[in-house]
């Protein structure tokens, strides 16, 4: 991977398991209390604190990768996955995303600043932006780094809103969305989990509607554009669809904006 000394170090340490996280200063008598300082939920294993820890799960996720941390892998098949990706920007924007959560615990940790993941994703885009920039053999210059193929910016002066809904075995439904200006940057990102029984294209129109929700809740000035894609829905909302679950909520959605939608 493309990157300074310091980020390949940490990665080394990390996938050898030497980083002084709070378990393993605990197993070598450093210290005693192992719990994740971001979440206060768990021990500060390196597991937990870079696939587990919901801090580091929304910095993932507010990326422009839009990474879910996979649930069924370990660390080092996780690291060893993206890092030989071939495609060198997404394998920095990994590697260096790591480094900065790690960077930022440890704010958190010796100087009290407070642990932001939109912050800690911004402030990866800068250093990737500006390593590549000094560096102009590495390969991964000539992307756009705010564009994946997949996600075209809205005009200037618009958000975008991207929003998506799961539905897992265990009968909880997770939705997220992330809302970007036309440089790619994050204005905002959340994600939520319940536990409820739903079919797919009921949880997308909820999903939808958490959105709009937050927009008229947090009284947010400006033009929005919303993707999803959940054909049903959409279609629901341009009324060519009568799923009956889905249509009513997309009825109460469309009754409660105080703002038109423009399909
Ligand atoms: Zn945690």
Known sequence: ???PPSVQNFLWRLAKDILPTRSRLRRKGVLN????PLCFEEEETPEHLFMCCRFSQQTCFSLTLGLHVPSHCCLKLWMSDWLNKKDHL???????TLWKIWQGRNQLLFQHQQFNPIQ???SAVDFIYEFNAANITVAAVSRVINSPASWSPPPSGALQLNVDAACFKDESVG??????DNRGAVEFAATKLEKRQLSPNLAEALALRWCLQWI??????GKFII??????????????NLLADVDNVIFVVIFSLSFPIVM
């Open 90 to 96: 997404a394998a920095q924007i990994f590697g260096i």
């Open 175 to 180: 939705s997220g969305m992330v809302i970007r």
């Open 1 to 3: 991977m493309k990157a």
């Open 227 to 240: 993707e999803s894609d959940s054909e049903v829905t959409v279609n629901c909302l341009k009324g060519r």
């Open 120 to 122: 800690i994703v911004l």
């Open 33 to 36: 209390d192992t719990i994740c």
């Open 216 to 221: 008229l809740t947090t009284n947010q000035e």
